[in-house]
């Protein structure tokens, strides 16, 4: 599970050029996170939202004004980005200068041990980790440009260390996200991305193969966005394992956000 954040850069020559003038990857380490140092992690995010305040309070030379487009990876990426809507509740100057997020796997609304024991498992495990890997079914999707790249991913059966290593971290945040300050804040930050989102398109890319999020919490988590009017696109890879769906389909995953950047930049463009 790589909790992270990053802003997009028009320097990359795959994004259209007139994205803002900034590039920012914000990553949590999973020990800070682990351990529950609340007081840090909020400590960065408070750092992070300063730091974005001051950014656009500024205009480009040529007077264009500036805007934000997120895109997060896995659940705690999603989590943290709501950690940074929970700050800017009160600031719909810059809540309407995002113009577009974008959640790699990531959208599961509930607080459950199992995803978060198989989050820091394959996180602390790596490559070693069953996760990693497309189960032998879901590598018979999508073939046309995964035949190579699953082939070269597995699939892999779980290790005797990995078995373990889930039941005594599922029993840890069995415990830890039922104490009353953390299930509290965790509640309240799930509930600003359910409720209080920005009226900003969103994409969500995600996988049925995926052993750490369940696609189907975040296949109905994306029907309560619609439901609510918001502008919701999403993308089922089908086959590549958790935040490996750009490694399993460099071509489709870049097209997918290829597509999204425009139509959240044609939103600026007319306004």
Not at 57 to 64: F, L, N, V
Not at 139 to 149: F, I, R, V
Not at 197 to 210: A, E, V, W
Not at 237 to 257: A, G, I, N
Request: charged share 25%; glycine share 4%.
């Amino acid at each position: 599970m790589k909790p992270s954040i990053k802003f997009l850069n028009p320097s990359n020559p795959h994004l259209p050029n007139s994205i803002l003038p900034l590039f920012h990857s914000l990553k949590f380490p999973s020990f800070q996170l682990a351990r529950f140092e609340t007081k840090a992690y909020e400590k960065r995010i408070s750092g992070l939202v300063f730091e974005i305040s001051d950014w656009l309070s500024e205009k480009e030379k040529d007077g264009r004004e500036r805007f934000l487009m997120f895109h997060t990876f896995s659940n705690t990426g999603w989590l943290a980005y709501g950690v940074i809507l929970d700050h800017l509740q009160g600031r719909p100057d810059i809540l309407d200068k995002i113009k577009g997020c974008v959640f790699d796997s990531g959208g599961d609304p509930n607080i459950d041990p199992k995803v978060w024991a198989a989050g820091f498992a394959a996180a602390l495990l790596k490559k070693r980790s069953s996760a990693a890997y497309p189960s032998v079914e879901a590598g018979e999707d999508n073939a046309a440009e995964s035949k190579t790249n699953v082939a070269k991913l597995g699939p892999k059966e779980p290790l005797l260390v990995e078995v373990v290593l889930l039941l005594l971290l599922e029993k840890l945040f069995s415990f830890l996200l039922n104490m009353p300050d953390l299930n509290q804040r965790l509640t309240k930050i799930i509930s600003v991305l359910s409720k209080n989102q920005p009226p900003c398109p969103q994409l969500y890319l995600y996988s049925s193969d995926d052993k750490v999020i369940p696609y189907q919490s975040v296949e109905l988590f994306i029907e309560k966005q619609k439901e609510m009017g918001r502008t919701v696109h999403s993308f089922n890879f089908k086959s590549s394992p958790h935040v490996d769906h750009y490694r399993t389909y460099p071509t489709l995953y870049s097209s997918q956000l290829q597509s999204f950047l425009e139509e959240c930049l044609d939103t600026v463009k007319h306004k």
